[in-house]
């Protein structure tokens, strides 16, 4: 439950404190991510709880859906470094990035 996962790491922090991830993220919906195909023979990869318009499949998360999956937990100020517009636009399969989010 990733939601559920942010909000609690979310608890940790106080007013004006930042959580900063390192994430595999999909540049497109649905777009393969080559190191998934070691990920995907771990059960807990495989096994999530869907959550409608966040996530509906397995699998490393759109980063966009990473944008709603914070704000869901109560962040704020979501961003990522590199600018993935633009590392997408450079490197069609561009898929790593650090996320950046505030508690408010």
Same mark, same amino acid.
């Given at each position: 439950?990733?939601?559920?996962? =942010? /909000? %609690?790491?979310? #608890?940790? $922090? ?8 390192? &994430? ?29 318009? =966040? /996530? %509906?499949?397995? #699998?490393? $998360? ?8 914070? &704000? ?33």
């Amino acid at each position: 439950d990733l939601v559920a996962s =942010l /909000r %609690e790491l979310r #608890g940790a $922090l106080r007013e004006g404190g930042r959580i900063v991830l390192a &994430e595999g993220i999909r540049p497109t919906p649905g777009f393969p991510v080559a190191i998934e195909f070691v990920f995907q023979l771990t059960n807990e990869f495989r096994s999530f709880r869907p959550e409608p318009g =966040l /996530r %509906e499949q397995g #699998g490393f $998360l759109h980063w966009r859906d990473w944008e709603r999956a914070l &704000e869901r937990a109560g962040y704020a100020r979501a961003r990522f470094v590199p600018d993935l517009e633009e590392a997408i636009r450079a490197y069609p399969s561009y898929s790593m990035a650090a996320i950046v989010a505030e508690v408010p």
